[in-house]
């Protein structure tokens, strides 16, 4: 009996092994034995045992989100947040902070308007809070702030910075909290 072995085994052990035996791998199932084969064409392949391992799945604990805020340039009361993870994201908070270039003093010099208290957070003084729901994966959650249009905006520069997941509710993916913050600009006449 000829036996025939593929040049990938022709080194190591196993081709030994299965030229002592006297089993070819490319053979019917019939002449072989014990030996489970798959139809390739006209080919035979190599039984289950010789297979390599398939590529293993990324464990669901490294799925972690990414939350990125997203500011108009310039500033146009709509805010966003996208998850640009791999993961899906709890509950947050984004808050939004509002300061005139040259102010002095407490409150950024930004204006006041109705509707702005709905935005007030405790822990978060003198910024504007987002609660942003829970996000998927590639998802984004669009915001417009319903006070913007009653805004009287004095001749000045304003910057706005805007930090997702203030709170470090949401266990990101690493790297992930480099990312948390952006800013923008209003300049009016």
């Given at each position: 009996?000829?036996?025939?072995?593929?040049?990938?085994l022709?080194?190591g052990?196993?081709?030994?092994?299965?030229?002592?035996?006297?089993?070819?791998?490319?053979a019917?199932?019939?002449?072989?034995p014990?030996i489970?084969?798959e139809?390739i064409?006209?080919?035979?392949?190599?039984p289950?045992?010789f297979?390599?391992?398939?590529?293993?799945?990324?464990?669901?604990?490294k799925?972690k989100?990414?939350l990125?805020?997203?500011?108009?340039?310039?500033?146009?009361?709509?805010?966003r947040?996208k998850?640009?993870?791999?993961g899906?994201?709890?509950?947050?908070?984004l808050t939004?902070?509002?300061?005139k270039?040259?102010?002095?003093?407490?409150?950024?010099?930004c204006?006041?308007a109705?509707?702005?208290?709905?935005?007030?957070h405790p822990?978060?003084?003198?910024?504007v809070?987002?609660?942003?729901?829970?996000?998927?994966?590639?998802?984004?959650?669009?915001?417009?702030?319903?006070?913007?249009?009653?805004?009287?905006?004095?001749?000045g520069?304003?910057?706005?910075?805007?930090?997702?997941?203030?709170a470090?509710?949401?266990?990101?993916?690493?790297?992930?909290?480099t990312?948390?913050?952006?800013?923008?600009?209003l300049n009016?006449?």
């Amino acid at each position: 009996m000829k036996t025939r072995i593929p040049k990938y085994l022709v080194s190591g052990s196993v081709a030994l092994i299965l030229a002592v035996s006297g089993i070819d791998l490319f053979a019917a199932p019939s002449r072989a034995p014990g030996i489970e084969h798959e139809d390739i064409g006209n080919r035979q392949a190599l039984p289950p045992r010789f297979r390599p391992a398939p590529k293993a799945l990324p464990e669901l604990s490294k799925l972690k989100p990414d939350l990125v805020p997203l500011l108009h340039k310039p500033m146009n009361g709509l805010v966003r947040v996208k998850n640009q993870g791999a993961g899906a994201a709890g509950p947050s908070l984004l808050t939004l902070d509002c300061r005139k270039r040259g102010h002095r003093g407490g409150g950024g010099g930004c204006p006041d308007a109705p509707g702005l208290s709905r935005y007030s957070h405790p822990a978060y003084p003198d910024k504007v809070v987002i609660k942003i729901p829970a996000l998927p994966a590639g998802k984004v959650y669009e915001h417009k702030l319903v006070f913007w249009n009653d805004l009287v905006w004095t001749s000045g520069i304003y910057g706005f910075v805007a930090i997702a997941d203030v709170a470090n509710t949401v266990d990101e993916a690493p790297g992930g909290e480099t990312n948390n913050t952006t800013g923008s600009t209003l300049n009016t006449p």
